[in-house]
């Protein structure tokens, strides 16, 4: 009976031996999403600018809220040229993401834009991967987007930046996946 115990114990060790092996050799490559603090959409339309600025000082997922601010109205049946950067300022100097992740990860990322509200807008993407060169793509980014207003309005604009979004997709965030890097709300007023 000893002789069975013995080798019962013998057995679970061998099985736990070979469990631990270390077979961690060669490890996928870990790409963590980016710490964006600041998201900064400058909407051009000849001399009219409006910024659409937020600033949430520990990222998303920390416990400050994030703070939104919008310089100015924007003008009805107007369509404005638009532009998104974005930073990490809880290092000093501050990085830029857009710079130094989005763009030469283009092919990972993808900005969606919605309108809620009543808010009579519409995006159209003005940009593809294969404005990051090398990358090649025909995807839409969303860097850089048209933003084109109709009537006087208000409403919400949320714009969402999605890490490893399904490509192509349908242009949803449902049917895009991918996790949120960054998202947020704007209170919009068109005049």
């Known amino acids: 009976m000893n002789s069975r115990k013995f080798l019962s114990i013998l057995a679970i060790a061998g099985t736990l031996f070979v469990s631990c092996s270390d077979d961690d050799d060669n490890p996928a490559p870990v790409n963590p999403e980016e710490l964006i603090t600041?998201?900064?959409i400058t909407l051009t339309a000849g001399?009219?600018?409006?910024?659409?600025?937020?600033?949430?000082?520990?990222g998303q997922d920390g416990p400050i809220a994030p703070v939104a601010t919008v310089s100015g109205n924007l003008a009805a049946n107007t369509t404005y040229n638009a532009?998104?950067?974005l930073l990490n300022e809880s290092v000093n100097p501050a990085d830029d993401v857009r710079e130094d992740d989005v763009e030469p990860e283009a092919d990972e990322h993808q900005f969606f834009f919605e309108a809620a509200g009543g808010l009579n807008v519409v995006a159209t993407?003005?940009?593809?991967e294969?404005?990051?060169?090398?990358l090649t793509g025909t995807n839409p980014v969303g860097l850089e987007f048209q933003l084109e207003t109709?009537?006087?309005s208000t409403g919400t604009f949320?714009?969402?930046?999605?890490?490893?979004?399904t490509k192509p997709n349908d242009g949803?965030?449902?049917?895009?996946?991918?996790d949120t890097d960054i998202a947020q709300a704007f209170p919009i007023t068109i005049e």
């Open 125 to 128: 993407y003005a940009d593809t």
């Open 83 to 85: 532009s998104i950067g």
């Open 130 to 134: 294969a404005d990051y060169p090398p």
């Open 172 to 178: 949803t965030l449902a049917g895009a996946g991918g």
């Open 38 to 40: 600041t998201m900064t």
């Open 47 to 58: 001399t009219d600018v409006v910024t659409l600025r937020v600033f949430d000082e520990d």
């Open 158 to 165: 949320t714009v969402t930046l999605r890490h490893e979004p």
């Open 150 to 152: 109709g009537d006087a």
